[in-house]
């Protein structure tokens, strides 16, 4: 995870366990459409210690999508829309449709102008992992809005700039992740080699409010911050065989009134990825983030996490996906002194996770898999065992 604009910025979902198999299509389309259902057994809905008695639940996700991708001239305008149907056996309250969207122009004005429009849109369920208000339904909608221009000045390298809009908006209020506002802009250099290789350095600045949060000088929280970003953005092939892509950055939050609640660092998002073999693909994952975490004890923690991912197309309409990951969390930046021999939160965190996909025709794939979690914290409430198990179909004309 980043920050919550740095979610924004990359809109990571942070968080699939396993790589997602290629849905194909016919060459050429300029429109595909799909559609899936899963159905997701999941025995610790709410994270929940095992001294808390943990309810299991089973969800049924129904997806319809559409795909575009049209080029006119130089011009290409790419754009995925989905909505998603969620439905929960036991708690329905919880029950949400989520309407999500990525769409791109790539616009270009000769050959030296080129850049983007791009709109994306998130909705998500509430994660109980991070936060614990139980008995409700939050559905948090992320969006992000920008324009970028590139002036390539030489074959390979360009200077670019651009603006930016982003925001989080929650159905109910909630300290970890406020809703908020923020308009930015960023410019910096891109190296784009012939082999394909590349290197984007960026600077970000964002200005942001709460938009829903009342200013509180007790607990210390803010109508408002800004953020700068210090990016490199890599994606570059070692060899044949071997790839690193992902992006470091430094970053610097800073709220309007309480500095207390300050925190800046190194964070990043690493990957590195080798080709055993045509079938078989590892993958070595890194990730720091600093995130965010108002409480009285706490104004943002960091993580570190890694993952070891493999690929195996055992046949032509056979893949095998698994997954081992361990992350760790610290708790910062207290605003109330803990007390004698009373440590800051600090969370372990492990999941490992496998899923076999098979493609049983070229518009159908059928997929299967099961994920286990733990986190082992130094505040037992925190703690949690979880084991999700799904099956899927999806359908792609």
């Given at each position: 995870m980043?920050t919550?604009?740095g979610k924004l910025?990359?809109?990571i979902?942070?968080?699939?366990l396993i790589?997602?198999?290629?849905?194909?299509?016919d060459?050429?389309d300029?429109i595909?459409?799909?559609?899936?259902?899963?159905?997701l057994s999941?025995?610790?809905?709410?994270?929940?210690?095992s001294s808390?008695?943990?309810k299991s639940?089973?969800i049924?996700?129904?997806?319809?999508?559409?795909?575009?991708?049209k080029?006119?001239g130089l011009?290409?305008?790419?754009?995925?829309v989905?909505?998603?149907?969620?439905?929960?056996s036991?708690n329905?309250y919880?029950?949400?449709?989520?309407f999500n969207?990525?769409?791109?122009?790539?616009?270009?004005a000769?050959?030296?102008?080129t850049?983007?429009?791009a709109?994306q849109?998130?909705?998500?369920p509430n994660?109980?992992a991070?936060?614990?208000?139980?008995?409700?339904?939050?559905?948090?909608?992320?969006q992000?809005?920008?324009?970028?221009?590139?002036?390539?000045?030489?074959?390979?390298?360009?200077?670019?700039a651009?603006?930016?809009?982003?925001?989080?908006?929650n159905?109910?209020p909630?300290g970890?992740?406020?809703d908020?506002?923020?308009?930015?802009y960023?410019?910096?250099m891109r190296y784009l080699?012939?082999?394909?290789n590349s290197?984007?350095a960026?600077?970000?600045?964002l200005?942001?409010?709460?938009?829903?949060?009342?200013f509180?000088?007790?607990l210390?929280?803010?109508?408002?911050?800004?953020?700068?970003?210090?990016?490199l953005?890599i994606?570059?092939r070692?060899?044949g065989?071997s790839?690193?892509?992902?992006?470091?950055e430094y970053?610097?939050?800073?709220?309007?009134?309480?500095?207390?609640?300050d925190?800046a660092?190194?964070?990043?998002?690493?990957?590195?990825?080798?080709?055993?073999s045509?079938?078989s693909?590892?993958?070595l994952?890194?990730v720091?983030a600093?995130e965010?975490?108002q409480?009285?004890t706490?104004?943002?923690?960091?993580?570190?996490?890694?993952a070891?991912?493999a690929q195996w197309?055992a046949?032509?309409k056979v893949?095998?996906n698994?997954?081992?990951?361990?992350?760790?969390q610290?708790?910062r930046?207290?605003?109330?002194?803990?007390?004698?021999?009373?440590?800051?939160?600090?969370?372990d965190?492990?999941?490992?996770a496998?899923?076999?996909?098979?493609q049983?025709?070229r518009?159908?794939q059928?997929k299967?898999?099961?994920?286990?979690q733990?986190?082992?914290?130094?505040?037992?409430i925190y703690e949690y065992?979880?084991r999700?198990?799904f099956?899927?179909?999806t359908l792609?004309?």
């Open positions: 980043m919550s604009c910025l990359t809109m979902s942070c968080c699939a790589q997602p198999s290629l849905l194909w299509a060459e050429g300029v595909n459409l799909n559609a899936s259902v899963s159905v999941d025995d610790n809905l709410f994270r929940l210690p808390a008695d943990p639940e089973t049924t996700t129904t997806t319809v999508g559409l795909n575009l991708d080029s006119i011009q290409r305008v790419l754009a995925n989905r909505m998603i149907d969620y439905r929960y036991r329905d919880l029950d949400f449709l989520a969207y990525d769409a791109k122009w790539l616009w270009a000769g050959t030296r102008w850049g983007e429009f709109f849109r998130s909705q998500l994660d109980y991070n936060d614990r208000t139980l008995g409700r339904r939050n559905v948090q909608t992320y992000l809005n920008r324009f970028e221009a590139n002036y390539w000045f030489h074959s390979s390298w360009a200077a670019l651009g603006v930016l809009r982003t925001s989080l908006d159905q109910v909630t970890v992740d406020a908020y506002e923020a308009d930015g960023n410019f910096g080699g012939a082999s394909g290197l984007t960026r600077a970000i600045h200005e942001g409010n709460y938009t829903k949060r009342p509180d000088s007790v210390q929280l803010d109508n408002g911050f800004t953020q700068d970003n210090y990016q953005d994606s570059w070692v060899s065989l790839q690193i892509r992902g992006r470091i970053l610097d939050r800073e709220y309007q009134h309480f500095s207390q609640r925190y660092g190194l964070a990043g998002n690493l990957q590195y990825a080798y080709a055993i045509g079938k693909t590892l993958t994952a890194y720091r600093l965010a975490y409480q009285l706490t104004s943002y923690y960091v993580l570190d996490d890694v070891l991912s197309l046949t032509s893949t095998v698994g997954l081992l990951g361990y992350g760790r610290n708790y930046g207290a605003i109330i002194p803990l007390p004698p021999g009373v440590p800051q939160r600090e969370d965190s492990a999941r490992l496998v899923d076999v996909a098979y049983a025709a518009w159908l059928l299967a898999g099961v994920t286990l733990r986190r082992n914290s130094n505040y037992d065992r979880d999700t198990a099956v899927s179909a792609q004309y």
